[in-house]
């Protein structure tokens, strides 16, 4: 069955508020069995409502709308179902007599406009608010439905969870999707297609890449008559993906980068510092965002001075023939870094963030180098991006090479 | 006129990600005079986008879209606009070498499917983007214009930056509305409210408050025949909002508020260390977000284990007697910091950012202590929010606590 998402509200319209809503909502339709093709903003304006609603019943199932459905004049949203159906709505008092003790809760008269939010339409009844004035709406006619919330967030969490879920659920019958992801580190999303080639061709499971700001996520999602088949179909697609790009993946949905590869250090017992130059604290930031970073990170230094980098042991003479952004720099404070903090594995970073050249070498250049008990590996790598994310993508691909050393090494 | 944004992707319909995008655009439109009636988030789908794209000409003078630019296979905004224009694209040998040259500059070869990004349709022309491999398109065609962007947000924000928006400012005649924004540090938004009591009521100007990751935005907005009229009207406007928030306004829109504490040390030729455990790097980080920071800022260090907070020259007493989360502790990391590398100024933080507690400390509790030239400053701050926000806010706090101190003493 189709669905349709309808977020109404000027404020929407003006940028003063993001659409959280539809977000949640869109979260939740796979697992019902709804496929999700349109989601739009409306503001609160009555002939715009109407052919959204109208369009909404030609082409969707169930039309999903959230807002528009206070005391005030703006809260057009019940008037626009109303109108689209040819249907009067009429007060019940049942839902009036809930209303005004709502108010009366809370030391108040209920307000006269309030008695618009206790009416329904034939093919309709409310659904309850218990955590504020404005009831919802559900609606059958002609085998399609219309669910109307509220556009308070966690008013319609809540009335979304114990009134309309449920309602949907026993309404619909047949299949179910269900999705897994994967999540890859140290590659781009077109060389991740690239090595998954036909795969993302599939028509159940279905494979979709998204690039993000934790990497590559991949989505595998299947199409069943039941969870269980669906699952079992993921069991056997997943392993025929992983295999296409074993390098990279890192974990799945729960999974933080940051975390695998602390795990990866907490296990073997390694002690991790890093000397930072080019990406000014980001990496360290990168890896105390894993709970527990104190069991292997024991020093970060933020080395943006040619006096700081003197300090961790990169000699004068390194210094001189090299200058601050240099591989041989770079390897001197990855040695300085791991032997000042009694660390046994180091990352360090030169480089220029940019915007302007400096010492001769060019915006965008980063130098890696990975030291693992002294061994270590060194990576050239050429950014043309803004200053916050050289350093958030410089910080990602340092982490992404100790990770692959890491696994070299076990 | 009226516009309609479009976001495309199959990820916002699957609800994997919030639309951003369409917020941001929502805040631009009012300035340029254009009305935005429609907004709706569109899959991969090259008949639902082709649709969208023809309702929107019939609708709308202006469509802006974002996402489906990229190289891959699901990627087909392009196909959808030269199919309703009955347009043919084809390869703009020069768009093509830049591609390339974007790949080379990065030492890797470009995939042959990337080809497509090279191409335009002749109503239309390309719009750079120096920061990623998806150029953008402007298509004029019978007195409608359509913005093809790429969904990535730093990528779409610059385009519509740099190429979308002066454009659509030349094409765009009649009453302007103009604005200008103060940026706050250092408050909340409810406090900045109050603080601007009755001028948040101010119908032209308008005064409107938006909470950023940055601070506290505030949006003076003009409405005028004339660009020169609107702008007289903010000149008088501003400095009525200035006086009411004196002690948290660090600049306007193009400032930010690292390169302004950053601005302040240059010009008394102050020298800032940083000592962080709490924040991880995260202060480190921010401090060097403003280019140029190297003039100032000699060295970091993230001081995660008791050992470093040793090295740094807290003694075995203080963390003994008071542990790693203190006040005492965190006197000690400042004055450790500026005398470890010769700085002037320092910054150190302590804390616990959960999610677990550790030593007793509550999950949240942040210790900043600033030290100028020896004379501390401490202040003590609990959060209840997550291990990344903590650390985000933890470092802003941070920030602003230096900058308010260089101010007095100044």
Redesign the interface.
Known sequence: MRAEILSIGTE?????????N?????????TLGLD????????D?LQ?LRDAIRRGLERSDVIICSGGVGPTEDDLTREAIADVLGETPTVQPELEKQLREFFTRRGRTMPARNVKQATTIPSGTYLPNPIGTAPGWWVERDGKIIVAMPGVPHEMHKMWEEQAQPRLAKLISGGVIF?RTLKLAGIG???A??ALGDL?HSTNPTL????KSDGI?L?LTAKAATQQEAERQLEAFEPRVKERVADWVYGGESDSFPAVVGAILRERGLKLA?A?SA???????????A????DY?????????A??KR?LGVSPEVLREHGTVAEATTQALAAGARQ???ANVSIATTGN????ASEDKPV?LLHIVVDIGGRQVCQ??????????Y?RRGAQEALYLLWRELKRAA
Chains 1, 2 share one sequence.
């Open positions: 929407l319209l003006l940028g003063q508020i993001v659409d959280t539809a977000n949640f909502l869109a979260q939740q339709l796979p999700l093709y349109y989601v739009s903003q409306i503001g304006n715009r999705s999303e077109s060389h297609e690239e993302t979709a890449t998204y690039a996520h989505r890093v930072e990406t000014g604290g980001q990496l360290a930031s990168l890896i105390t965002e709970p527990g970073a104190s990170f024991v020093a970060g230094y933020v080395v943006y001075s006096e700081a300090a000042a903090s009694g963030a940019g915007p302007d965008g050239e790598t050429r950014y043309s991006t803004t200053r916050t994310e350093k």
